[in-house]
């Protein structure tokens, strides 16, 4: 063999090594991320519909789920690789020994309403009602429970809490008369306007850190995917500054992904979530610290782990650092 042929042979290699490089590289470019819920996953729809992950060179799956039970299985066993969902599922996973951490707040408190019928003016005429809830462990559930405690009213004494269902059935109890208030997020807030209820409290005024909304991941997928990660959180903050400043296009994407079709109700639900979503998506020890408190009283193992733990703040500052955020929102 001359030495023409053995630098041909030489390059070959090289550029076949290359590509190969390149393909592996292009395959580590996939990212897989479930949600589950409505409205409050409006910037996730963002992320999808505007290409914002694609833009960075990722080739990302968005998958709907009927549950964050199911979607937090899929990624304990390897198949997701973000799943877009509430604290609950963070703790109680975590709790058992999961790797799970969470990357991006969402939503960082509760987006919902106490609705009641419009004889009832005053906080305190509540007691000794009865009031429509979400499921024992529900983000409802505990919206109502924190909510009226900050309200001076005790949840277990007095007031009396019945499980009803979903928010849809908790506006119907309330419509026939089961229970005489209930706990709604938008749209459903001016819907059971429209039925003659009012709006007493918008438990979001409160400011309880509570994390609605989060992005959770494993421990495990950060360490092989640490670079994916800090490409969504980007993708998840510019999606962020869509929602807050793109309304007729964000308007339309919640149409299209919740089947929202009355102005109105798109217009409130929108002004619902604009308000509360952060312009630097911080998944904070507070927000996590609040579950665990009310946890701790049924679960005593919740009293004594660090919430500080169960979250990763490494990617926002990476993308803080970048100047994204400031460029962004102008500060």
């Known amino acids: 063999m001359n030495f023409a042929s053995s630098k041909f042979i030489l390059a070959l290699a090289l550029m076949l090594g290359a590509m190969a490089f ?4 292009r395959a580590q470019e996939r990212l897989r991320v479930a949600w589950a819920g409505g409205a409050s996953n409006a910037t996730i729809w963002i992320v999808q519909e505007k290409g914002l992950l694609k833009k960075q060179g990722v080739n990302a799956e968005f998958i709907s789920v009927n549950a964050s039970p199911m979607a937090l299985q899929a990624m304990i066993a390897g198949e997701l690789d973000v799943i877009v969902t509430s604290v609950t599922t963070l703790v109680n996973s975590r709790l058992t020994g999961a ?8 939503v960082p408190t509760f987006p919902a309403h106490i609705v009641t019928q419009k004889s009832i003016t005053e906080v305190k005429q509540l007691k ?3 009031g429509g809830v979400g499921r024992a462990g529900t983000t409802t559930e505990i919206g109502m429970r924190l909510g009226l405690s900050r309200l001076g009213i005790d949840p277990n004494t007095d007031v009396k809490l019945v ?3 979903a928010t849809a059935d908790a506006l119907a109890a309330l419509s026939k008369g089961i229970v005489q208030f209930s706990i709604l ?3 459903f807030v001016r819907e059971a306007e429209k039925l003659g209820f009012k709006s007493l409290v918008d438990i979001s005024a409160l400011n309880i850190p509570f994390h609605w909304n989060a992005a959770l991941t494993r421990e495990a997928t950060i360490r092989l995917k640490a670079l994916l990660m800090t490409k969504f959180v980007r993708a998840l903050a510019e999606a962020i500054h869509i929602f807050k400043t793109d309304k007729d296009s964000t308007m339309k994407i919640i ?3 919740s089947r929202i079709t009355n102005p109105d109700s798109l217009e409130r639900t929108h002004q619902a979530f604009a308000k509360l979503l952060p312009e630097t998506p911080t ?6 610290k609040t579950y665990l408190d009310y946890l701790a009283a049924t679960r005593p193992e919740a009293a004594k782990v660090n919430p500080k733990e169960f979250v990763d703040l490494s990617f926002v500052q990476e993308v803080q650092a970048s100047g994204l955020i400031r460029q962004l929102h102008g500060k």
Do not use: R
């Open 163 to 165: 499980p009803v269902g």
């Open 128 to 130: 000794g009602k009865t």
């Open 283 to 288: 998944p904070s020890p507070e927000g996590v």
């Open 255 to 257: 149409s299209k992904f």
């Open 185 to 187: 997020v938008e749209p």
């Open 99 to 106: 790797d799970v951490v969470m990357i991006a707040s969402i």
């Open 22 to 25: 390149g393909d592996c590289a």
